[in-house]
């Protein structure tokens, strides 16, 4: 394929044998112009061939930007590092939501707007009920998303801009309460209401770690951290839980249901399970001196194990959001007087030879945001398994972000990919007496 800049729009030559064809190419504002492929089938009779999408946009999109060469991450053009240093999580979330940074009155009422709706309905409390204790947070958390779905009438007419925003509103605003509730429910300890006058960060931590018979108080250098930490997770562009809700959502589905399908994937070691994962592994390896032989593993093609917290389908250089979960990890532990983590002594060791290592160092393998999250969620008194659910709770603005985006594009259409399918061709049906 030939792509040429001619006097007006630029188009590439697809050839195939003596034909050829030309295909529009669309330019963003930012990052690699796309080939534009609609009409290819109706042309051609052919599809293109990209799974897993490595070289494909699957959407049209002004929310999230990443140059994983140079390690930028943008929120709307803003730096992932300006945002997590400078503002807080729920502006993080109306700029995700409505484009522009809010003036201070906008702030407040957004802020007055989700507290509004952090509390649950109370039959919800008793759907919780329903699993059992040892229940993954994650499986509670999928299925109690979902079930919102039965609750919010008054909120999933899809066409309706109003019911759209209620419905994100309602998701931003309930995910801690049910999030705070998974945790709860797996310690055997009753669920705690939400405080409309804490922020949305220090009612989270409050909602998990405060019991009736104790006054809870909030340490605003934890909560801080914990807002930071969501703003970092708040949205990646077409991630695979992302591309599940926006897949979900072009049915026409119900919005909670369409995040409850995100929260789905998330679950994954490949994506969201990787801070779970990435702290199991610095478990198992237990001390600086076995790092050798881990890494020794996870560079052998025989042996499934790999690195976890380490590669990224994007960032072919640090990820931007693991150096602030780095020196955010550094500030917690520091506050809470935590001197020598031996998990954080193998992180940093492991981080260092890896990144010396030929193998990483070819491969652009380098430490991503699960890396440090875990040692970090973990200070906080977060067990392993809520690690995931902390999240999807910040994920829901992105995911809820991008499935608005898609329902107001004009030219939306279900989402429906294509195969090659290299299975048997038409065959006889053989009744069972006859075969052999
Ligand atoms: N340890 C060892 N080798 C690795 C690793 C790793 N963590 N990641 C990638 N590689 C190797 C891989 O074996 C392959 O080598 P080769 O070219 O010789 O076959 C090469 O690097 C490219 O890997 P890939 O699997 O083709 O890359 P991908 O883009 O399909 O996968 C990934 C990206 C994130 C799934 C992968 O790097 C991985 O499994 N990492 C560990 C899990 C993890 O930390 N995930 C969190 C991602 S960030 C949070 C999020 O977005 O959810």
Redesign the pocket.
Known sequence: MDASNGNSAKSATLTIGEQSWDLPILKGSIGPDVVDIGKLYGQTGMFTYDP?F?STASCESSITYIDGDEGILLYRGYPIEQLAESGDFLETCYLLLYGELPTAAQKADFDYRVTRHTMVHEQMSRFFHGFRRDAHPMAVLVASVGALSAFYHDSTDIADPQQRMIASIRMIAKMPTLAAMAYKYTVGQPFVYPKNDLDYSSNFLRMCFSVPCEEYKVNPILSRAIDRIFILHAD?EQ?ASTSTVRLAGSSGANPFACIAAGIAC?WG????G?NE??LKMLGEIGSVDRIPEYIKR??D?NDPF????????VYKNY?PRAKIMQKTCHEVLGELGIKDDPLLDIAVELERIALQDE?FVE?K?YP???FYSGITLRALGFPTSMFTVLFALARTVGWIGQWKEMIEDPGQRIGRPRQLYTGATSRDYIPIARRK
């Open positions: 897993g490595t990646h991630n998330l070691p490949a994506h969201g990787a994962a990435a996870a560079k093609k790999r690195l976890m917290g380490f590669g990224h389908r990820d193998y491969r393998l991503n945001i699960d």
